[in-house]
């Protein structure tokens, strides 16, 4: 099976493209570069195309005899979606729009897509069949995008999977792949940055939420398991799957004060911690049921948190400069 990858050479995107790569799928990465990294999708052909540019992406579609898309082409920062929103709704929704219309138009009918727990807004245990509350213009997006899908699906047949992230972190250190975002704002990473001693500390965001400990919950998965389940995406919808969203986290939560001690426990580094007022657009508590994912996909988070922050550590350890350490050996 040939796959396009698009935003392939972003976080998750690389990983997805190792995955596939390792379970001899054919891929080929669309990726502009503006977050990604060339050095993350390593031997694999890439084309610096915007998905929003139709004429660009048609060519490739007519280049190229894809089966299937994996559209991970997506800004994802909540605080930055909301001071310029307009490059969201250009980017987030323009591109799925330009990517879903070329496919369909070029007999290509099966389209995975990288939705977002930011849809559900502040929820316990998310099921897909919820009420849908984004609570910031990214998670809009993603529920555009999704309610896009919905309606081509119904009227063109496009067969597709919306694959709803929680908090995905860890890395993939034997292929050295990893998380390298500028800037970066994500939990572990920071907390990793404070433990080799390149932060002065972690800053929690918040402390009076309605939690027990009063700092945020979120849901952490595995960056190589939400990888691994775009790959059993493809194979469902092949298998005749039915289309829809689902959810990929671990189904447990974490405080971010529980983080912060496996961290330490995992690690066995100590590092300052202060506590700061709340950061806008946090929800309390953001947690998954993945019932659905086992029952369809018989997919299942294989690594815990620990795992995650221990491959973080690794990652980063190896990588004092994130992808720009050219040392690095390709894949
Ligand atoms: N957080 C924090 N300090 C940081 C970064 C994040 O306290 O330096 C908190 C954040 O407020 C949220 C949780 O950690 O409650 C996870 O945040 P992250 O940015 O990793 O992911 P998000 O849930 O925003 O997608």
Redesign the pocket.
């Known amino acids: 099976m040939r796959v396009l990858v698009a935003g392939g050479a972003g976080y998750i995107g690389s990983h997805v493209v190792a995955d596939l790569k390792e379970h001899g799928f054919g891929v080929v990465v669309l990726d502009n570069l503006s977050t990604g990294h060339q050095w993350a999708v390593g031997r694999v052909p890439i084309h610096g195309v915007r998905t929003n540019d139709y004429p660009m992406v048609k060519a490739l579609f007519r280049n190229y005899k894809f089966d299937a898309v994996v559209d991970l082409a997506s800004y994802s920062q ?1 605080g930055e979606s909301a001071s310029d929103p307009m490059k969201y709704y250009q980017n987030n929704v323009e591109g799925a729009r330009t990517l879903m219309d070329a496919a369909l138009s070029s007999g290509v009918d099966t389209y995975i897509y990288s939705s ?3 849809v559900y807004g502040n929820q316990m245990s998310a099921r897909e069949v919820d009420r849908l509350d984004p609570i910031n213009p990214y998670g809009r997006t993603k529920r555009q995008v999704e309610e896009m899908l919905e309606d081509y699906h119904a009227a063109y047949g496009l067969k597709y999977i919306a694959l709803r992230y929680f ?1 995905a ?1 860890g890395a993939w250190p034997e292929k050295s792949l990893g998380e390298d975002h500028q800037p970066e ?7 990793v940055d404070a433990m080799l001693g390149r932060s002065d500390g ?5 402390t009076n ?1 309605k939690t027990l400990d009063g ?4 849901d952490y998965v595995h960056v190589r398991d939400i990888a691994a389940a775009h790959r059993m995406a493809l194979q469902y919808l092949q298998d005749g799957g039915k289309s829809g969203p689902i959810n990929l986290g671990s189904g447990k939560g974490y405080s ?1 004060l529980e ?1 912060i001690k496996a961290a330490k426990f995992v690690v066995d580094r100590d590092f300052p911690v202060e506590y ?1 007022d ?2 806008p ?3 309390d508590v ?1 947690v998954a049921n993945i019932e659905k994912a086992k029952e369809t996909l018989g997919w299942r988070p294989e690594r815990n948190l620990s795992h995650m922050i221990w491959d973080a550590y690794q990652w980063h350890r190896d990588h004092p400069d994130g992808y720009g350490d050219k040392r690095r050996p390709g894949r």
């Open positions: 909540v977002s727990a930011a908090n972190a704002t994500h939990l572990i990473p920071k907390i972690v800053k929690v965001f918040g939420y700092t945020c919950i979120r971010v983080v700061v709340r950061r657009g946090d929800p953001l």
